[in-house]
């Protein structure tokens, strides 16, 4: 699965975003990673092919992801964007191997993309 997201930029603090990304096929989990230099990637939101959707405990509420199956895209929607927020955020997908819970754990996931950055500043 080919992965290929866009949507990042500079926004100011208090804007919004929306990543996107196409996928070359759906799967049954897809998510949201992202990622400062020197830290691990940390997961954000997960759905699944039927749309649950599952969000880190720390970061729910600002983060809305969604998927449009016809489209095999992916989005993230960020609102009210803070400096803590920059980063590079990358899309997973984890194929069709079943999993009970599709998890914002990155061992769950085989194929990624090559990230979109994200940067919070006046």
């Known amino acids: 699965v080919r992965l290929v997201e866009s949507g990042g930029g500079l926004v100011q603090p208090g804007g919004s975003l929306r990543l996107s990304c196409t996928a070359s096929?759906?799967?049954?989990?897809m998510a949201w990673f992202r990622q400062t230099p020197g830290k691990e990637r940390e997961g954000v939101a997960s759905?699944?092919?039927?749309?649950?959707?599952g969000y880190a405990a720390s970061l729910e509420g600002r983060f809305t992801i969604s998927q449009d199956n016809a489209k095999k895209t992916l989005y993230l929607q960020i609102n009210t964007l803070e400096p803590g927020d920059t980063a590079r955020y990358y899309c997973?997908?984890?194929?069709?191997?079943?999993?009970?819970?599709?998890?914002?754990?990155?061992?769950?996931?085989?194929?990624w993309g090559q990230g979109t950055q994200v940067t919070v500043s006046t």
């Open positions: 997973a997908a984890r194929g069709w191997s079943w999993i009970a819970t599709c998890t914002v754990g990155p061992r769950d996931y085989k194929y």
């Open positions: 096929a759906n799967s049954l989990c």
């Open positions: 759905i699944r092919a039927d749309g649950t959707t």
